[in-house]
């Protein structure tokens, strides 16, 4: 069956950096795109980041606003792994960070999410 | 970028009661809207994409229907398993933004 795990959040200081891992297994990870989304305390779902590809030349790569420029999505498909950097972390990115799978098509929609990892950004 | 609203922002209901809940987009999305349920502590749960295609093993008591800018996803006989947040989310153009949800809860 899909399942997606993510890892590699915690703790962080303002101004540093972490990376989130999203395992994929049960499914064909190099046939679909995939995106981060996060969800902050109490709040509802933002969408963060979307790669189309194989993540080598042709691959597309969507950021909102908030994390453009911060934040690095990617993947390696022969590890069968998604990957988000962020850098120069500020407090209003603590939040609960899920990848997902998009079905398929050039309009995104998510099938199968991962369990959350949590990143607290904090002095 | 798309703004995406709902409304209610939370309603009560009873077992068996059949509810809707609208969401709007700022600019015209053709049919490129989806549903998502969450419950507390969990994951969300995606029930219908491009308006009405329910996904695989939702129940047929979910219902969406709309187009362009306005949009509704309707429970027709609600269950306790229903007691949720849904969360709409349009796939016309990135940013793919959500709406900020609708709080389900019981009456």
């Known amino acids: 069956q899909v399942q997606l795990v993510e890892s590699g959040g915690g703790l962080v200081k303002p101004g540093g950096s972490l990376r989130l891992s999203c395992a994929a297994s049960?499914?064909?990870?190099?046939?679909?795109?995939m995106s981060w989304i996060r969800q902050a305390p109490g709040k509802g779902l933002e969408w963060i980041s979307y790669?189309?590809?194989?993540?080598?030349?042709?691959?597309?790569?969507y950021y909102a606003d908030s994390v453009k420029g911060r934040f690095t999505i990617s993947r390696d498909n022969a590890k069968n792994s998604l990957f988000l950097q962020m850098d120069s972390l500020r407090a209003e990115d603590t939040a609960m960070y899920y990848c997902?799978?998009?079905?398929?098509?050039?309009?995104?929609?998510?099938?199968?999410w991962g369990q959350g990892t949590l990143v607290t950004v904090s002095s | 970028d798309i703004q995406m609203t709902q409304s209610p922002s939370s309603l009560s209901a009873s077992i068996g009661d059949r509810v809707t809940i609208t969401c709007r987009a700022s600019?015209?999305?053709?049919?490129?809207l989806n549903w998502y349920q969450q419950k507390p502590g969990k994951a969300p749960k995606l029930l219908i994409f491009?308006?009405?295609s329910l996904h695989s093993g939702v129940p047929s008591r979910f219902s969406g229907s709309g187009s362009g800018t306005d949009f509704t996803l309707t429970i027709s006989s609600l269950q306790p398993e229903d007691f949720a947040t849904y969360y709409c989310?349009?796939?016309?153009?990135?940013?793919?933004?959500f709406g900020p949800g609708t709080k389900v809860d019981i009456k």
């Open positions: 997902a799978r998009d079905q398929g098509g050039d309009w995104p929609n998510f099938d199968y």
């Open positions: 049960g499914f064909t990870f190099s046939d679909f795109y």
């Open positions: 790669i189309r590809g194989s993540g080598s030349s042709g691959t597309i790569i």
């Open positions: 600019q015209s999305i053709s049919t490129y």
């Open positions: 491009v308006v009405s």
């Open positions: 989310q349009q796939s016309y153009s990135s940013p793919f933004t």
